[in-house]
């Protein structure tokens, strides 16, 4: 049927890297390890062994301080699932590349909070039903930091990276995506009236 979204060996975690920024950005290496990857692997992964790094410039590194993960599924019957997957930075590295070493890299691994936990584990219950069909998924991404109200945004480049299971490498999911941000700022105190 048209429109309707099955899980499927190897779609979960593919349809949500192509949705967070599209296939020019994810390695045909992953692609090709993903590819068996089903709803019976889904249900093996312990939330409290996921692990996503996320390489950045070192100065948007050392501001990231909250990162979320919202998944919203529309079953076809119209019911909505939402599922919210809070994290939190257990390290903090940099380190320095390109020409006399001046470009400084910063990379954040991040674990899922325990209301992230309790989320994944109501996630792969609700797509244990197989016989539910979905229509769509939209996924948003949210983090947060405190930008340097002095400096315009500007374009960057993002690697991310995610482990699974504690007994396996990192898989890139995202690598060297260009991104242009977006920064609110809060509004003056003059605009409130």
Same mark, same amino acid.
């Given at each position: 049927?048209?429109? *309707? ?8 975690? /593919?349809? =949500? #890297?192509? @949705?967070? $920024?599209?296939?020019?950005? !994810? ?26 790094? *996320? ?8 501001? /990231?301080? =909250? #990162?979320? @993960?919202? $998944?919203?599924?529309?079953? !076809? ?43 994944? $584990? ?72």
């Amino acid at each position: 049927m048209s429109g *309707i979204i099955r899980i499927t060996n190897g779609l979960l975690i /593919l349809v =949500t #890297a192509i @949705v967070v $920024v599209g296939c020019s950005s !994810i390695p045909l290496s992953t692609m090709w390890r993903m590819r068996d990857f089903g709803i019976e692997d889904l249900h093996k992964i312990d939330p409290n062994d996921l692990r996503v790094q *996320i390489v950045l410039p070192g100065q948007m590194s050392d501001n /990231l301080k =909250t #990162a979320e @993960v919202n $998944v919203i599924n529309t079953r !076809i019957n119209d019911q909505v699932d939402r599922f919210r997957f809070p994290a939190e930075i257990i390290e903090r590295t940099e380190r320095r590349e390109g020409w006399r070493k001046q470009k400084v890299i910063g990379e954040t691994t991040w674990k899922l909070t325990n209301d992230g936990v309790t989320d994944f $584990v109501r996630m792969q219950k609700a797509l244990a039903d197989t016989s539910q069909e979905y229509r769509s998924t939209e996924i948003n991404v949210k983090a947060e930091g405190d930008p340097n109200p002095e400096v315009e945004p500007k374009p960057f480049e993002i690697t991310i990276r995610i482990r699974l299971f504690a007994d396996e490498p990192y898989l890139i999911l995202i690598d060297k995506a260009k991104i242009t941000p977006e920064i609110k700022r809060p509004r003056e105190a003059s605009d409130k009236k």
